[in-house]
């Protein structure tokens, strides 16, 4: 199983990106994905989580309104826009695959490899 991230990039405060998370080996619509992020000196921390059987989406409290989590399973991808950036959000954003959503980075089996956001004022 192999997912890579995508999508990052430098970009001003205020602006926006769109991250993708691309799977391959594993049909996604059967598995939830999550997607965490590190930023310099903090541990990993999760952001949001979209269970593709169904759609259902999970973010996690500091996440809710500027984030939006989205699959689109024929193309296999899961995507993460995130909107009105704030130098807060400068941090490598990885997704990973889970059988279900949880915050709970143990439960996720695969991760690729980071994708790096860097907002600048």
């Known amino acids: 199983v192999q997912l890579q991230a995508s999508g990052g990039g430098l970009v001003q405060a205020g602006g926006s990106l769109r991250l993708s998370c691309a799977a391959s080996?594993?049909?996604?619509?059967?598995?939830?994905v999550g997607w965490f992020r590190q930023a310099p000196g903090k541990e990993r921390e999760p952001v949001s989580c979209?269970?593709?059987?169904?759609?259902?989406?999970y973010y996690s409290d500091s996440k809710k309104g500027r984030f939006t989590i989205s699959g689109n399973n024929a193309k296999n991808t899961v995507y993460l826009e995130i909107n009105s950036l704030t130098l807060e959000d400068t941090a490598t954003y990885f997704c990973?695959?889970?059988?279900?959503?949880?915050?709970?980075?143990?439960?996720?089996?695969?991760w690729g490899q980071g994708t790096q956001v860097t907002v600048s004022s």
């Open positions: 990973a695959l889970a059988e279900g959503c949880t915050e709970a980075e143990d439960w996720y089996d695969y």
């Open positions: 080996g594993r049909t996604l619509s059967d598995y939830a």
């Open positions: 979209i269970r593709n059987s169904d759609g259902t989406t």
